[in-house]
Nanobody, 115 residues
Framework: VQLVESGGGSVQAGVSLTLSCVGSGYMFSSCGMGWYRQTPGKERDLVASITSPGTPTYRDSMQGRFTISRDNVKETLYLQMNNLRTEDTGVYYC???????????WGQGTQVTVS
């Protein structure tokens, strides 16, 4: 199983970024997935999740600014992040299968730095 994130970077506050996560080695379309964020000294927190059919759920502070989506044909998960804030800085991880609180598979993470 592999989950490979991309799209992170260093940006100014107020701009947009889209993260991508390509999954392989498992039944992508059958699994719920999520994006998680970790900052130094803190636990990894759920940012947004999406069911296998495509129903999204967001952390309250991301509602309206972030959009999670998936393309089951391309086996890719996305996170569109608009109007980025400094507090959005962190390492963003893609995860698949299991539940929102206990994902089975994890990517290596992609750094997002907002200044």
């Amino acid at each position: 199983v592999q989950l490979v994130e991309s799209g992170g970077g260093s940006v100014q506050a107020g701009v947009s970024l889209t993260l991508s996560c390509v999954g392989s080695g498992y039944m992508f379309s059958s699994c719920g997935m999520g994006w998680y964020r970790q900052t130094p000294g803190k636990e990894r927190d759920l940012v947004a999740s999406i069911t296998s059919p495509g129903t999204p759920t967001y952390r309250d502070s991301m509602q309206g600014r972030f959009t999670i989506s998936r393309d089951n044909v391309k086996e890719t998960l996305y996170l569109q992040m608009n109007n980025l804030r400094t507090e959005d800085t962190g390492v963003y991880y893609c995860a698949a299968c299991g539940t929102s609180g206990a994902r089975r598979y994890w990517g290596q993470g992609t750094q997002v730095t907002v200044s």
